[in-house]
């Protein structure tokens, strides 16, 4: 996505274990800036990467939506918003991970605590106790 230049944050479960959280997860969340040229940079992305499922909507529709899910060879949750984040801070905040020679912008350590506090479910808050522990050593 950074060929595109997306202006995303990778959240959730995956950003859990990027942070050293062990559990498994089987989707990634990205949290999106919600404007209608990241949105179709972000369509772009997905086809190149071959996500085909991606030409079955639009920036439009993306940007009307919450929570977008791409279900191909991966499973994409695609928000453009979430409980506890705004985006633009977020981004300032974020942190680059490299992940199987791979870049990823991620959600800081800050950041997914709130939006874990904010999620409330019972997985959320194990990981929010868990990130919280490794944040005192």
Known sequence: MQQHDVRYVVIGGVA?????VPRATFDLGILIE???ENCGRLLEAFLDAGLGTASLTSADE?????ITIFKDRVRVD???RTPGLV?????????????????????SKQDL??????????VDLEDVRLLEIQAEE
């Not at 993306?62 to 919450?66: K, S, T, V």
């Not at 991970?97 to 912008?105: G, I, P």
């Open 87 to 107: 985006f633009q801070e977020a981004w300032d905040r974020r942190e680059t991970m490299s992940f199987q020679e791979q870049e990823f912008e991620v959600v």
């Open 16 to 20: 859990s274990v990027l942070h050293g």
């Open 113 to 122: 605590i709130a939006s874990k506090r904010a999620a409330g479910r019972r």
């Open 78 to 80: 695609v928000q453009t």
């Open 34 to 36: 919600a404007s209608q």
């Open 62 to 66: 993306l940007l009307a939506h919450e």
